[in-house]
């Protein structure tokens, strides 16, 4: 099978998005599917306002070109972004078949930056933008009936996974003697990273990531060690060498970090909000309540052995199996017709 999948977001960006995708690309070509990622690095772009780390497509109207160059069998657009939109009006426009996905609560976060925006406005721009989608792809069925609540249709269970061969519990455990509370993911408001560092803890806390909150956040909290991007064996090193992971996030819809930390085997400690319930087995794998510092002590106790033998059930193979099936489940209604590649260039933008 031909995928094409269509993503405002990819490398260099660092974020759960980012990371789910690489991982299905990766084994969609394992198991022999020809697959295309059209990302902002094969267009111009410019810097996203109030994000600037992450680059934005401007020069659109190449991409009715690049599906037909192509000939994807199937498309899947992952993004709501200026490339998804894109993608979605000339695959609208000819009557052809798309799946989509919802990686990120966008109408929360938006709330979060900018308090005089509605929900309602976020989630008006959501459904607009997936209602002609043949599949909306989620990740948790507490998604699935969320978004239901707000009006979607034709929503699917794609769940995600872990590398456990990258991530791994260390031979050697950290010493209790030395505590260390660790935050990996953007620094920005809709993290909520500050109610993680005000927290009265011992040991050490440290930040792992990035993001517009950063240089804020270190000259208020100077105890802190804000260590950066890690990839790779040095982000799973600093999973490793942490006592817990904490997750002050409200909004997101996964958090696909938990994960990682569990299959290093650390517990979590965070929020009972949809994410946290749906990655974390409550008294096993992390501790989860409204007082996020008492759950951070709680999380102290969980048997690490236990928190990677429950992460390691839930492969990237298995959530690509997932995805592919949901292709397929449509019946051949996302497979591009012949006539497409002959329709003259001029046209494919239009």
């Known amino acids: 099978m031909r ?27 394992g198991l022999g599917h020809q697959v ?12 996203c306002p109030s994000y600037p780390e992450i680059p934005l497509a401007w020069d659109l109207w190449r991409v009715g070109a690049a599906i037909r160059e ?5 498309v899947h657009l992952a993004t709501e ?10 695959l609208v426009k000819r009557g052809l078949a798309f799946s989509s996905a919802i990686h990120t609560r966008f109408p929360e976060y938006v709330n979060s930056r900018w308090p005089w925006v509605p929900l309602r406005w976020g989630y008006a721009f959501l459904r607009a933008f997936h209602r002609p989608s043949q599949a909306v792809l989620v990740t948790t069925e507490r998604m699935q009936e969320a978004f239901a609540g707000w009006g979607f249709k034709r929503l ?8 456990t ?21 953007r620094i920005a408001a809709e993290k909520n990273v500050e109610a993680f560092l005000r927290l009265d803890l011992p040991g050490e806390k440290q930040v792992v990531g990035d993001g517009p909150q950063r240089t804020a956040l270190q000259a208020a909290y100077p105890q802190v060690k804000f260590l950066g991007y890690r990839h790779g064996a040095a982000l799973a090193q600093a999973f490793q060498q942490a006592s ?49 510092g008492a ?12 928190c990677a033998e429950l992460a390691a059930r839930q492969s990237w193979r298995a959530s690509a199996l997932e995805f592919l099936a949901q292709q397929r489940l449509l019946d051949g209604e996302l497979c591009m017709p012949a006539q497409v590649g002959l329709e003259p260039v001029h046209d494919l933008a239009s």
């Not at 295309?36 to 810097?47: E, G, N, V």
């Open 36 to 47: 295309k990622l059209l990302s902002p690095a094969d267009f111009r772009t410019l810097p």
């Open 165 to 185: 061969q990258l991530f791994r519990p260390p031979a050697q455990p950290p010493a209790v003697s030395s505590l260390v509370f660790l935050y990996v993911g």
């Open 81 to 90: 972004g200026p490339l998804g939109w894109a993608a979605r009006r000339w």
């Open 70 to 74: 192509f000939r994807p069998d199937c």
């Open 3 to 29: 995928l094409l999948i269509v993503s405002d977001a990819w490398s260099p960006q660092v974020n759960g998005v980012v990371t789910s995708l690489q991982a299905l690309v990766g084994e969609l070509r």
């Open 295 to 306: 759950a951070c002590l709680a999380a102290l106790a969980l048997d690490r052995g236990r």
């Open 244 to 292: 817990v992971l904490v997750f002050p996030s409200r909004t997101d819809t996964y958090g696909l970090v938990m994960l990682e930390a569990l299959a290093c085997g650390t517990p979590v400690a965070a929020f009972p909000v949809a994410g946290p319930l749906d990655v974390l087995q409550a008294g096993v794998s992390g501790v989860l309540g409204e007082d996020l």
């Open 156 to 163: 699917a269970l794609w769940r995600k996974g872990v590398d």
